[in-house]
């Protein structure tokens, strides 16, 4: 078993880890701590349900993304073409920084209040 196939199925089940709590937080309408931090006082926030409507799709999305392509990586399905190999995992960083991005920006708006 190669690194390359270790990572991919980390990365594998880091987007079963983004789903299961996506669908979690819409099923409880609790916010999890992974979303926001540790010691991040989440009774305390000023619009939780505001946070969950706006971060569910794009959690979900974002596993769903994560979970295909640590798939795609682990299964070798593109292993005879390299460039295509990199633009996959070049499109999963970037889906990983814009959601990155996008998750502070709804952790301003919904639950400091900035």
């Known amino acids: 078993m190669s690194f390359d196939m270790i990572l991919n199925i980390l990365i594998m089940a880091c987007g079963v880890y983004m789903l299961y709590w996506a669908i979690q937080m819409?099923?409880?309408?609790?916010?999890?701590?992974?979303?926001?931090g540790k010691n991040?006082?989440?009774e305390r926030a000023r619009d939780p349900e505001g946070f969950?409507?706006?971060?569910?799709?794009?959690?979900?999305?974002?596993?769903?993304?994560?979970?295909?392509?640590g798939a795609v990586g682990a299964l070798g399905l593109l292993a005879a073409y390299p460039m295509a190999?990199?633009?996959?995992?070049?499109?999963e960083v970037v889906?990983?920084?814009?959601?990155?991005m996008l998750l502070m920006k709804a952790q301003r708006k919904y639950l400091v209040g900035e």
Not at 26 to 36: A, S, T, Y
Not at 54 to 69: D, K, Q, R
Not at 95 to 100: F, T
Request: proline share 7%; charged share 15%.
């Open 26 to 36: 819409k099923r409880n309408k609790k916010i999890p701590e992974m979303l926001v």
């Open 40 to 42: 991040f006082p989440i």
């Open 52 to 69: 969950i409507k706006a971060t569910f799709p794009v959690t979900f999305v974002t596993g769903v993304i994560i979970l295909v392509a």
């Open 85 to 91: 190999d990199t633009v996959i995992n070049l499109i």
């Open 95 to 100: 889906v990983i920084m814009g959601y990155g």
